[in-house]
């Protein structure tokens, strides 16, 4: 895991993280593969094998393309990360890849509009991830 891919001009890292299963009587974590989004926000893609929840008759704390934070813990392996119980919510946001100079206009334009949004809402959660993507625009093709 930690294979790098292109998305639209930025590079995104695949990390291997722990999902908590929820109605298993224990504490159950499965390995799921995500984005690296940056600054602690993992997006769930599924398992290494490409499954989902409803393949494996198991249910997550959070559904695949969810956005969510981990906290890092120790086991005998070495550090790993587990998903919080925090979600990023990104219900109702249009955020995708900046490929263009229109595209980074537009993304510029937005962010103006959730510039002032409160702490812990879904307009903050949605400018946190904006700026991700104009950061890493401006890093890759602004001189």
Do not use: H
């Not at 956005?67 to 219900?91: A, F, H, P, S, W």
């Amino acid at each position: 895991m930690g294979e790098v891919i292109g998305y639209g001009f930025s590079m995104i890292k695949q990390r291997l993280i722990y999902m908590p299963l929820l109605n298993e009587g224990t504490t159950v974590l499965r390995p799921v593969v995500a984005f690296d989004m940056g600054n602690n926000v993992y997006k769930i893609i599924g398992t290494e094998q490409g499954l989902k929840p409803e393949d494996l008759d198991e249910e997550w704390l959070f559904p695949v393309g969810s956005c969510v934070t981990c906290i890092v813990r120790q086991d005998v392996n070495g550090m790993i990360l587990i998903v919080d119980k925090k979600e990023i919510r990104t219900k109702n946001m249009s955020i995708t890849p900046i490929k263009t100079e229109n595209d980074y206009r537009a993304a510029l334009k937005r962010m103006e509009l959730l510039f002032d949004a409160p702490i812990d809402t879904p307009e903050s959660d949605e400018a946190d991830i904006l700026g991700l993507l104009i950061d890493e625009y401006e890093k890759n093709i602004i001189p």
